[in-house]
């Protein structure tokens, strides 16, 4: 997921990259040298100088490669209100669809509810506008859009649809994958789906 | 602990602010619940009638509205997403550490003496042979961090311990950041944050 938001990132502003995978559950010894305080992907490397963290890399390729697609506005408050959307994203919404996932009965209909309401303040946020960022994809959508390929697991292991609760969100979701760096940045959801399953399985949830 | 951290920014940068003391034991103002509606949580700051909720970004909105006196980061973008993660850090680890200190009892309040003081030593490997995280002088890992200070006297007391005798060189860092006037006049009197502590565990019967 946060990985994805730095592939969009350097994708918008043309840059090309090297990308190496990592398998979570076996991470690798550069992984490890290289973030030794929290051990997670993803990182940046540049000039052979780490970045660990993703939104932080983010606003680092923005400050960075500043000419072109600026992901935050100039204006200070407006600014501040794109970082309180994205920290808001960081804060709710990864341990909400984990929860969907990795829950059975009435644990599993909680945490529906709260992912639900999650999507709800942020489709209050988007309003009507085309995206979070204004007229123009920007720090928040790019926060967001990774979690659009988990939905089909929500969904599918929660037996609801996000559509038919905030149509508003996934009409945002849709414009955004008609941008060819978005399309081409996020995992195919059918892929995350099974690797859902595989998560199940391994936790004993089925 | 976070309302501090815009407090010190806000000393820095010379700017005047009306201080609202929220009573968050008791019943949360109309005002912040307006202001705040998304986590009901101080700080907020409020500018020109606008409000910018979550320290962090605000200590960040107060160096880009007064960017011309003392820069809290610095302007090179590498040091700046270093200083970000530090920060960050901070955020994810301290409070949480500290918490499990006065909150619990027995074994579990050793391993969380043992997490807190581990958390020190990496920001303690971090800060190395420099005065400040920010180098020479206060930055912005040094505003989020000393806030947490305040409350050593607090967790020692519950924990029975002593901070300064496991992480000499960060208390150092510490009373070196209270001699600054923005610090010592924006964090709390130790005594009076433990009172308060006492009052917070009656509350959750923790005590």
Request: proline share 5%.
């Amino acid at each position: 997921m946060f990985g994805m938001r730095l592939r969009i990132a350097l994708a918008e502003k043309g840059i090309e990259y090297e990308y190496r995978e990592e398998d979570p559950r076996n991470k690798s010894e550069l992984l490890l040298k290289m973030n030794p305080v929290h051990k997670k992907i993803p990182i940046l490397i540049h000039n052979d100088k780490l970045v660990c963290e993703s939104i932080i890399a983010v606003q680092y390729i923005d400050e960075v490669w500043s000419k072109k697609a600026p992901f935050l506005p100039s204006d200070p408050y407006q600014r501040a209100q794109a970082r309180f959307w994205a920290d808001y994203i960081d804060k709710k919404m990864y341990d909400a669809g984990r929860r969907v996932w990795s829950s059975k009965g009435d644990e599993l209909e909680a945490a529906k509810k709260d992912f639900l309401e999650v999507l709800k303040v942020l489709e209050a946020e988007l309003d009507d506008k085309p995206y979070f960022g204004g007229e123009t994809f920007g720090f928040v959508d790019l926060a967001f859009i990774p979690f659009y390929c988990w939905f089909y697991a929500y969904e599918s292991c929660g037996n609801f649809s996000v559509e038919a609760e905030c149509p508003k969100l996934i009409a945002w979701a849709n414009r955004c994958m008609e941008k060819k760096n978005v399309a081409k940045s996020l995992a195919d959801k059918q892929k995350v789906y099974e690797f859902v399953l595989e998560l199940r399985k391994a936790f004993g949830i089925d | 602990m976070f309302g501090m951290r815009v407090q010190i920014a806000l000393a820095e940068k010379g700017v005047k602010y009306e201080y609202r003391e929220e009573d968050l034991l008791t019943k949360k103002s109309d005002l912040l619940l307006k202001m705040n509606p998304v986590h009901k949580k101080i700080p907020v700051l409020i500018h020109n009638g606008k409000p910018v909720c979550e320290s962090l970004i605000a200590v960040q909105y107060v160096e880009e509205v007064w960017k011309e006196k003392y820069p809290i980061l610095p302007s090179d973008p590498y040091q700046r997403a270093q200083a970000r993660f530090w920060a960050d850090y901070v955020d994810k680890k301290i409070y949480d550490a500290g918490r499990k200190i006065w909150a619990t009892k027995g074994e579990e309040q050793q391993a969380a003496k043992k997490e807190f003081i581990e958390c020190l030593r990496v920001l303690e490997g971090e800060l190395g042979d420099k005065p400040y995280f920010g180098g020479d002088k206060l930055g912005y890992v040094d505003i989020a961090l000393v806030p947490f200070y305040s409350w050593f006297y607090a967790y020692e007391t519950c924990g029975k311990f002593s901070i300064e005798a496991e992480c000499p060189k960060f208390v150092a860092w510490a009373k070196r950041c209270m001699q600054r006037e923005s610090v010592g006049k924006s964090l709390p009197d130790p005594h009076r944050v433990y009172e308060f502590l006492l009052q917070l565990k009656k509350r959750h019967g923790l005590d």
